[in-house]
Structures are given as C-alpha cells and as structure tokens.
C-alpha cells in the first residue's frame, strides 16, 4: 500500500536546505532573513476531509549578494491534523476511524522585497515546490492503515515583514502551493492555502 516506502522526510528536506544554504553563502557575501513562520494549511476538501485543516510551522530563508536584485528563498514548512472520517482504503474499503494527515514542504526559489532600507518591506516569492503527503490510521490495538508520495509543483507567497531595531522580523505571509501526490490509489492535490505569522532576524 505505501508506495513511496522511503517519504521525502523532515530529514531529506533539512539536508537539501543546509546545502543549498552553505552552498551560496560560499559564493557571496549574503544579507538576508531568517524567519520562523506559524500559522496553518487549508488544502483541498474533497481530497483531505476530515483532515484539510492543518496546523503549520515552519522556516523561511532568504539571502543575496550585494547587488543582487532578488534574493534566494529556501522555505521548509511542515502540517499535521487529526479527525475523525472516512476515508476509502484499497482491498479493505471505507475505513472510519481517527485519521492523522501530514505534509512536508521544500519551497525553493527567489524573492523579492520592495523598501530594502524602510523599516516596513512587502515581498512577493515563488519557484519549485517538492511536497510529500500521508495519511495514517489505527484501525486495531496493533492494526493500521497507511499510504504516502511526493510530487513537484509550483508554489507562490507573498506578505509584509516589519524589522524591528535594524534586525528583528515580524509580519505576516500567505502562499499557495500545488502539486499532485497519489495516495490510497487516489490522486489528490497536496498544496493548499498556507496562512502564518512571522518572525525572525534580518542581517
């Protein structure tokens, strides 16, 4: 049933991020922002439900060169919910029981801010989104049922970040992501409208 027995883990996401982080700052001398985004996912309903609501955490990093006029942006978010639903499961049937559902998210790509010296500095980013989706119940004290994949999309955000004393990040972001994952032998749409608060640290 779980196809994708090796699911692009919290680990494969933070390794490619530090690779690419290193990678690049290697090259330039880098300004940038690190922040920490919470908030949550609304994915698509007919594919997720009971399960489409999602709360959502994550990091958003950007850096560039002196001259650069956009910066690289390496985003890593992560979702979990839990309900109670059905869902249809291959070679059993529907299975009603307490459903956990989780995404991981690696949106790399570039942004761009507007007002580099104001204090207030509204953004917009975008580039390749690699997601992976699964979906886990219990149906027995030492039973369960559960499948996973990953797909390749597209994703696009876009907020407002106030700094604070030179170098303190707050603000808010909103992003929409897309790719296709096949999960219990249906394909369903992994991205979603992601919501979230931020903060963090320019340098």
Known sequence: ?????????????TTALLVLMLFFWSQVHASGNLNVLLGFKAMEKTDWEPVEMQGEGGFMLDFKGEDWPISVALDFLGSYGEDTGT?????????TAEWEGRTSEFNGGIRKYWGEKSMMRPYIG?????IGAWLEAQ????????????GVGLWLNGGVIWTLSESFNIGFD???????VTVFDQTRKAGGFHSGLILGFRW
């Open 174 to 180: 909103v992003r929409v992501t897309g790719a296709e």
């Open 139 to 150: 149906t027995g004290r030492f039973d369960y049922v559960r499948d996973s994949d990953y």
């Open 1 to 13: 049933m779980n196809r994708f027995s090796k699911p692009v883990s919290t680990k494969v996401f």
């Open 87 to 95: 869902f249809f499961v291959p070679g059993t049937g529907n299975v």
């Open 126 to 130: 975008g580039g390749l989104a690699f």
